[in-house]
């Protein structure tokens, strides 16, 4: 068994029965090595030994909420800070948008270059993302006037002395605020304060 392990080590190019050099595909840095002296190797694809990255080409990716993806458009500049105040923020391009959305939290991946090698970025760190959304018929409304029903948003609109569903589309829902951003709302159009009190009705 020994002389078969020697002569496999042989064909791969080993050195000694001690170590074998590997040869990486691309120029840059090995930031995470997956496996450990003693541990079993072999050649499934699946078993990452040694990860590595050229760190002049970096790639930024954002999780965004499925119901904030229609702002997100490939090409669209945006702004890049990082949680250190010492660094200004960076402008990136959004290159690629997954088609793949995690059914857990219900988010998407979305990819974005740096427009400059910026020295502040590390890999595994986090950053905040600030995009620049269209506000144009864009409305800002109460959250108890906006319902979401049968995977759709929508306001009740009043017309005469009654009022009728209008479907709208959702720009902004920050947790934290008691309002919301919606378009797709008439301007001068008087809506429900309450929509969940006429859906019941």
Excluded: C, W
Excluded at 32 to 53: C, F, M, P, R, W
């Amino acid at each position: 068994m020994v002389q078969g392990y020697s002569q496999k080590l042989n064909y791969y190019g080993a050195s000694s029965g001690q170590s074998l050099t590997l040869h990486s595909p691309i120029n840059g840095v090995v930031y995470e090595v997956g496996t450990h002296l003693g541990e079993k190797v072999t050649n499934d694809a699946s078993q990452i030994l040694i990860k590595i990255a050229n760190p002049h080409k970096k790639v930024i990716v954002a999780t965004v909420y499925e119901k904030d993806l229609s702002s997100f458009i490939i090409g669209k500049e945006v702004e890049i800070k990082t949680d250190s105040d010492a660094f200004e923020p960076i402008k990136g391009t959004i290159t690629y948008i997954s088609d793949v959305l995690d059914p857990e939290n219900k988010t998407n991946k979305v990819y974005i270059k740096p427009s400059v090698d910026a020295a502040q970025l590390r890999i595994n760190m986090f950053a905040s993302i600030t995009l620049n959304a269209d506000i144009k018929n864009v409305f800002r409304i109460p959250k108890k006037s906006l319902l979401f029903k049968e995977g759709k948003f929508l306001v009740f609109i009043q017309n005469g002395n009654q009022f009728s569903p209008l479907n709208v589309t959702l720009v902004s829902d920050d947790p934290k605020n008691d309002f919301s951003l919606i378009k797709g709302l008439p301007e001068n159009t008087k809506i429900a304060l309450e929509a969940i009190a006429l859906e019941k009705q």
